[in-house]
Structure formats: structure tokens, C-alpha cells
């Protein structure tokens, strides 16, 4: 995946002023272009489509800077209609308008060229199995929150806190087959969605296809498939948030398997009684890369 992930770089350097068709280096690199873009988000810290736009406007800035050459020649070479388009798009990475910038030399906000390095990590074993599931669904309350990596989630906490008293408790009652238990699931999110995009967040339990859904809860119907579960324990969230982010870092570098779309499912196993402490499972779908 590494050695992927640097080809998809060169490639992206290759097309800098024209348009890099993704489904196509993803097929060319063995792979699917949901998963490459999971990956390159969650291992660059940025979805692949931010990375694009800010190279094309490093390279874009030292040709404005150099001068020599009118702006709608530049704007145009870099797949921009007018200037006023090529000014927004420049103005939104750097902070200045091109013509201020060929003016004072600055200010510059540079994207360096990303190289992925595959670093010596994993000494601490990833509790993990790969299991094939029948199809389910996933049944519950339902929202749209916005994305948060770290940290607790305010809008989630103020959905699950503002369910009624016993609500859990039915909840529970109704779950009948894996993953067991109370679960938070995300999905509808795009594979390289950034921070504070928008996503459906669930709190449920999982049911088989016969089981009745009460009128009142929301249902997301999930395929049959096989999925990656991930034992993590400790501090909540921190200690999940950490192993979803040593999946794309450890696991599925060094692993025959790659991400599939669906949701995205945590099962909490224990907790202390204030949560600041947890051992739970993270569910992610996968098929053989």
C-alpha cells in the first residue's frame, strides 16, 4: 500500500494541470479508489482532493511569483476558465490574491510533495479477526453530525444523552445477532471526507433481517460480507480513536485485505461507569486487496 500510495503521488505531480482521473490510478495500482482514498486520508492527515488543490497552487504560486507571464495564462495552464476562478482557488490556499503575491513575493503557503515512508511500528500487537457475516441491520436513533477525529463528539454525546430513560435498555432487548451489544455507527461518508463533514451517526444494536423494526427507530440495511474487528482497550475514546487510526497505518499496509464500502461500527464491551475507560471492537468491511 505504501509503494501505492507513492505511485498515486507521482501520478497526482504528473497531472498538476489537468485532471487525474482516481478510479483509473486506482485500477492501474491494483486497488479500488475507495479504498486508496481512505487510505491517503487517513495517513496524509488530509483528503486526497485537498492534497491536489494545494500542490496545483504551490506550483501555480512560484509561476505567479516568477512573473513574465499574464495571470489568465497561468490560470488556464492549471485548468482554471478566468482569472476570477484561479484567483478564489488561489486566495483559499494561500491567503493573498495573485496579484498581491506577484506584487510583495507573499505571503506563500507551500505544499511540499508528500513521500510515504513504511516506519519500523506494530511492536504492540492489533487484537484483531477477520470474520464473514450474513447480511443484517442495523436498527436505532438515528442523525447527521458533523466529523471529529479526536476527542469526544459533542453532537453525538448530545444525541445519545437526549434519548429517553430506558431507551438503552429496549435497545439492548431488541438486539439478536453480531456485533453484540449497544453500537455507534457511522456512515454516508465519503472515503476522504475531511474534518466536519457531514456523516449519519446511529445508535443501535444489530438485528437479524426477520426481526420487526418497532415505527419509531431508524434502519440501515448492511450486506452480506467480511469484516476486520479491532479490540481496543483504555482510555475512551483516545484508545479507539488510536487503533482506527492504526488500522491505516499498521494493519492494512502490512495485510491481504482492503476497505469496502459500508458502515463503520463500534461495539462497546466494557466500560467504567463515567466511560473515561473502555474495551471495545471497531468493525470495518473488507474484501481481499
Given at each position: 500500500m505504501i509503494a501505492a500510495l507513492n505511485r498515486l503521488v507521482g501520478l497526482v505531480e504528473d497531472h498538476l494541470a489537468g485532471e487525474l482521473d482516481i478510479h483509473e490510478a486506482a485500477r492501474s495500482l491494483g486497488?479500488?479508489?475507495y479504498h486508496l482514498r481512505?487510505?491517503?486520508?487517513?495517513l496524509a492527515g488530509m483528503p486526497l482532493s485537498e492534497y491536489v488543490r494545494r500542490r496545483r497552487m504551490t506550483v501555480a504560486a512560484a509561476e505567479v511569483v516568477r512573473g513574465g507571464e499574464p495571470l489568465l495564462d497561468i490560470a488556464v495552464r492549471h485548468g482554471y476558465g478566468s482569472t476570477e476562478a484561479f484567483g478564489r482557488a488561489f486566495r483559499a490556499?494561500?491567503?493573498?490574491?495573485?496579484?498581491d503575491v506577484r506584487r510583495d513575493g507573499g505571503p506563500?503557503?507551500?505544499?511540499?510533495?508528500?513521500?510515504?515512508?513504511?516506519?519500523?511500528?506494530?511492536s504492540t500487537p492489533m487484537h484483531t479477526r477477520v470474520i464473514d457475516r450474513p447480511?443484517?441491520?442495523?436498527?436505532g436513533h438515528a442523525a447527521r453530525v458533523p466529523l471529529i477525529h479526536e476527542g469526544v463528539n459533542p453532537h453525538i454525546r448530545r444525541h445519545v444523552t437526549g434519548l429517553p430513560p430506558?431507551?438503552?435498555?429496549?435497545?439492548?432487548a431488541l438486539g439478536d445477532t453480531d456485533p453484540a451489544g449497544l453500537l455507534q455507527v457511522t456512515d454516508g461518508l465519503a472515503p476522504d471526507a475531511p474534518e466536519g463533514s457531514e456523516l449519519t451517526y446511529l445508535h443501535g444494536v444489530a438485528v437479524t433481517g426477520r426481526t420487526p423494526v418497532p415505527d419509531d427507530l431508524d434502519a440501515l440495511a448492511v450486506e452480506a460480507g467480511?469484516?476486520?474487528?479491532?479490540?481496543?482497550?483504555?482510555?475512551?475514546?483516545?484508545?479507539?480513536?488510536?487503533?482506527?487510526?492504526?488500522?491505516?497505518?499498521?494493519?492494512?499496509?502490512?495485510?491481504p485485505w482492503r476497505l469496502r464500502p459500508g458502515p463503520s461500527i463500534v461495539?462497546?464491551?466494557?466500560?467504567a461507569a463515567d466511560f473515561t475507560t473502555a474495551t471495545c471492537e471497531l468493525w470495518l468491511p473488507v474484501e481481499p486487496a
Open positions: 486497488t479500488t479508489e481512505r487510505m491517503f486520508s487517513s490556499v494561500h491567503g493573498a490574491a495573485p496579484g506563500l503557503r507551500t505544499q511540499p510533495r508528500l513521500r510515504f515512508r513504511l516506519t519500523v511500528e506494530g447480511a443484517f441491520r442495523l436498527i430506558g431507551e438503552h435498555d429496549r435497545l439492548k467480511r469484516w476486520a474487528v479491532f479490540r481496543s482497550s483504555g482510555p475512551h475514546p483516545r484508545a479507539l480513536q488510536e487503533t482506527w487510526a492504526a488500522t491505516a497505518a499498521e494493519w492494512f499496509p502490512s495485510n461495539a462497546v464491551l466494557e466500560r
